[in-house]
Nanobody
Framework: QVQLAESGGGLVQPGGSLRLSCVAS??????????MAWYRQAPGKERELVAT???????NYGDSVKGRFTISRDKSKKMVYLQMTNLQPEDTAVYYC??????WGQGTQVAVSS
C-alpha cells in the first residue's frame, strides 16, 4: 500500500513561484518504479494533467505549463517535486500528486492572486 501526501501550496502573486512536494509512504522498491504525476483541478473544471515523470526520468508536461513548471523526483527520499514559476491566476487549483497505477494524495491548494 502506498500513500501520498502533498505540501507546499499557498497564495502567491502573479509572476511568483512555488514548489510543491509529494512524499510517498511504502517500500522504496515499489515507489521508485512508479510513474509519478501532478494533476490539478480548478473550481468547476475537470482534473487535468500537469506533468509526469517516469521511473527512467523521462518527463512530460501539459501544454499550459510547458516552460514554466518543472517536475523532478528523488527516489531515495520517495519525493516528487513540482517547481512552478511565472504563476498566473489560471494556475489556481488544487494540485494532486498521483503514483501509478492509481494512488492519489489529498491535494494542496494553490491560489494565484494580487
Amino acid at each position: 500500500q502506498v500513500q501520498l501526501a502533498e505540501s507546499g501550496g499557498g497564495l502567491v502573486q502573479p509572476g511568483g513561484s512555488l514548489r510543491l512536494s509529494c512524499v510517498a509512504s511504502g517500500s522504496v522498491l515499489i515507489t521508485s518504479v512508479m510513474t509519478m504525476a501532478w494533476y490539478r483541478q480548478a473550481p468547476g473544471k475537470e482534473r487535468e494533467l500537469v506533468a509526469t515523470i517516469r521511473s527512467d526520468g523521462r518527463v512530460n508536461y501539459g501544454d499550459s505549463v510547458k516552460g514554466r513548471f518543472t517536475i523532478s523526483r528523488d527516489k531515495s527520499k520517495k519525493m516528487v517535486y513540482l517547481q512552478m514559476t511565472n504563476l498566473q491566476p489560471e494556475d489556481t487549483a488544487v494540485y494532486y500528486c498521483k503514483g501509478s497505477p492509481n494512488y492519489w494524495g489529498q491535494g494542496t491548494q494553490v491560489a494565484v492572486s494580487s
